[in-house]
């Protein structure tokens, strides 16, 4: 079968730009039926239609690239579709105001509401046809998984979640030795270089890298602080330079004020809502509204954080903190609707107002379970090199549930690769985030989960996969 792999982003560009001029036309049945006549400047010349027709498919594009929509084969089919639902919503509303503007006067809405759902309909089964036509000649990666003593089983369920990208039909252990592994990799289209050993990973590396063989990586937390690293050069040596501390004034400058401009009107536009949620909280038992309770921020320093109470009064009355799990019986029925709205987090405005948090940051933990996750990984502290945040890279790109190891190189890869369009992204993905269920579930209970009854060791991985493979054939 032909390798089209190297001929997959432009299929993709052009599939994508094909759904964006699509949707360019259905609007400007709209503009042109309904509002091109409401304009205040009362001739609105041929040029003047194209240059809206395309404005709407620039905002379409930008509002598409920042949520993945086009990023088909890299996320799931129904993430894809809500992916586009949420640019087309989001691009409508602006071009709803721009409208607006140009007739001097609120238009009626209804034709736009129209035009959506006609825009959804025809993205629907576009999305669907390029999806089939895309499973249909880029299959799964035939992968090989090379791990270590890490635990490797997590990792093989999270990659089974995508097994229509990415398919793992054996696995080996590290300490096989490169030669075994050479042999057993030409079998296999990719490999998969766990978590091992730097030295080891590294002659893996090499040896893929010299014989053309596709690796996929995990990198660990070094790897990620040199991704944020200065490359210069002292004549003919390349140097990569980490400097040690995290963002410079102006940057802290210009996070502060985005802080600022953000929550303050947010904070605003929220107060209705926060006030019904006060009410509801308050009819339900009885108790206190707000939860506040003492976390880290920028260089472990405490404060007191800000939240809708959603668990019944005195939910930790044996002073052990516990994370919420899944199916809590802490959480009340107030609570339930509020965290998974999130509307339990608004309160974190103030925090965000007093200079406490900022807008996008590494979540705030408390004292006593970062101490748990210290013991285990030294450099959990590296986190709390900025300061501590509403929402951020570890909620945006994980789930409530991701391993502390997991968030630390989320968040630290924030921190290395900061900017300030890297604040507004990670802002306007959270509109996305919050609509996905298992970004707001809890931590699976002990011993609930597959997962957590695996046995971690050689022969359990190779028997994990085994299974899968027999269950997908």
Known sequence: MKNYDPYKKTILFFASLINIVLMALVFSYAWYHYYAGTMFVTTFYRRGHYAIIGLYAMILFFFSTMYGSMKIGQYRRLEVMLSQYLSLFLSNVVMYFIISLLAFGFVNPIYLVGIMAVEMLVSTIWNFLI????????????????????????????????????????????????????????????????????????????????????????????????????????????????????????????????????????????????????????????????????????????????KFRSMIVNAEGDGVAKLAKENDERITPVGKIIRATRVDELPQLFNIIKGDMSFVGPRPERPEIMKQYCEEMPEFPFRTRVKAGLTGYAQVYGKYNTTPYDKLKLDLFYIENYSLWTDIKLILMTVKTVLKKEATEGVADDQTTAEKNVDENAESVEKIVEEIVKNDQ
């Open 131 to 306: 999806i089939h036509f895309y499973n249909r000649i880029f299959q799964p990666w035939k992968i090989l998984l090379i791990y270590g003593d890490r635990p490797a089983a997590d990792l093989v369920y999270k990659v089974e979640a995508r097994r229509d990208k990415y398919a793992i039909y054996d696995a080996i252990n590290i300490d096989e030795g490169i030669d075994k592994i050479a042999e057993k990799i030409k079998n296999f289209q990719a490999v998969i270089i766990g978590d091992i050993s730097a030295e080891k990973r590294n002659d893996m590396l090499k040896y893929c890298y010299a014989n053309k063989v596709r690796a996929y990586v995990i990198p660990k937390i070094s790897d990620i602080i040199l991704m944020g690293a200065d490359r210069i050069h002292v004549f003919d040596t390349p140097f990569l330079l980490s400097k040690g501390y995290t963002l410079s004034f102006d940057q802290r400058l210009f996070k502060r004020a985005l802080d600022l401009v953000i929550a303050v009107p947010m904070t605003i536009i929220a107060s209705p809502v926060m006030l019904l949620t006060a009410i509801a909280i308050k009819l339900y038992d009885g108790g206190p509204v707000f939860y506040k309770q003492i976390r880290y921020t920028k260089y472990e320093r405490e404060f007191e954080i800000y």
